[in-house]
């Protein structure tokens, strides 16, 4: 597929957009004026190979706490972007533009926009404090995101245009234009709403729409209150992946409630199985069935644990029950385990049997031995 074309801007020394990776970002849930389990959950979040963070800034305390947090984090030798999220106070934005390296806004509440106003006041509303906004960040050489969220439209939008794609993707046109209006084009968009369809249609149109009128902006890309468990995981990666196919998508957050940190694996997996970002060892394992040669559950358990230590790489392994339907299945895979004749193993190299008929209690550990030596030479 062919990724949308965006251009790059920067969160602190790292790029996103253009031809970027696709960036997995989450946000804490702390209070972030505590300031020590923010600095603990932005470490676990990066260990997790998070590499964006962003925290709710609701007062002038959270932004200071933001800028303490970043200095203890760059201290502590760790440079991760970090991202404040602002709603309903035009002063905190532009107070976190000092400690932040973006700041996310929601049009919708950026205004308090009676619905009854007429264009032309509104227009000269978004563009003195909206405009006035922009050139600070332009100035502090910070970039931003706005936010639209089909929950939080300002009543103007909903009038004219409904809770629907186009009244999100009209509010966000007219902030982007004041902003370009301006020489400032630092931003990310993103189109966000807990109901997977409408998520879908809305960065589709909004792209459509950007498009033509030559906004190259990245997008970042989500499922808003996706919930928990795995109903969360399955919203996500329909929503996300539906979009990541079609090759829209920048950065991701896959929202789930409780510890962000579990939000960091799922997303990994729906770069992967997008085929758009390899990072894990990839799985492939048949469902066994009457032809089944070895244990398929337990052989494929202790083949994760061996080689959980290539991640990273980005491998594909196969676990194949036997070679009727196991060899053509795993075409692509770069290694794989099959079941050769009962009690033995054969292994493949990118398609190619390289052992045969290994005894299965070897055959863990010859797996582990060919996959080392393919990735040292
Ligand atoms: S690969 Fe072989 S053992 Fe596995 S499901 Fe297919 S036919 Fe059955």
Redesign the pocket.
């Known amino acids: 597929m062919n990724r949308r074309k965006s251009r790059e801007i920067f969160l602190g020394n790292i790029g996103l957009g253009g031809d970027n990776p696709i960036r997995v970002q989450s946000m804490t849930n702390t209070k972030t004026e505590a300031v020590d389990a923010s600095i603990d959950q932005i470490k676990k979040l990066y260990d997790a190979g998070c590499e964006v963070v962003r925290l709710a800034i609701t007062s002038s305390a959270s932004c200071e706490a933001l800028g303490y947090i970043r200095s203890k984090l760059k201290a502590d030798g760790l440079a991760i972007p970090l991202v404040a999220d602002v709603h309903f106070s035009q002063k905190i934005a532009f107070e976190a533009l000092k400690y932040a390296d973006k700041v996310r806004i929601n049009p919708g509440n950026f205004l308090h926009s009676d619905r009854n106003l007429l264009s032309k006041a509104r227009t000269k509303n978004i563009a003195n404090s909206f405009g006035a906004f922009v050139i600070a960040a332009k100035n502090a050489g910070k970039s931003i995101r706005i936010g639209v969220n089909q929950g939080s439209l300002d009543g103007y939008i909903i009038k004219n245009f409904g809770r629907s794609s186009l009244g999100l993707v009209e509010s966000a046109v007219e902030f982007a234009t004041v902003a370009v209006d301006r020489g400032f084009r630092d931003m990310v968009f993103s189109f966000k709403s807990s109901y997977v369809p409408s998520m879908v249609e809305a960065y589709e149109f909004a792209c459509q729409r950007f498009d033509k009128i030559g906004f190259d902006f990245p997008m970042h890309v989500g499922v808003t209150e996706a919930g928990d468990g795995s109903l969360a995981r399955v919203k996500s990666a329909i929503g996300i992946g539906s979009l990541l196919l079609k090759g829209i998508g920048d950065t991701i957050r896959v929202s789930i409630t409780g510890d962000p940190v579990n939000e960091i694996g799922v997303a990994y997996e729906i770069l992967q199985s997008c085929g758009v970002r390899k990072t894990m060892v990839e799985y492939v394992a048949?469902?066994?069935?009457?032809?089944?040669?070895f244990d398929?559950e337990k052989t494929l358990r202790a083949i994760k644990l061996a080689t959980s230590r290539f991640y990273g790489s980005g491998l594909k392994i196969a676990v194949?029950?036997?070679?009727?339907?196991?060899i053509g299945?795993m075409g692509d895979a770069d290694f794989g385990y099959?079941?050769g004749l009962p009690g033995r193993i054969d292994l493949y190299k990118a398609g190619r049997c390289v052992k045969r008929a290994i005894d299965e209690k070897d055959a863990v550990n010859e797996l582990v031995a060919l996959i080392s030596f393919g990735q040292e030479s």
Do not use: F, H
């Not at 048949?286 to 040669?293: A, K, M």
């Open positions: 048949c469902p066994s069935c009457g032809r089944t040669q398929i194949m029950g036997c070679i009727v339907n196991g299945e099959v079941g």
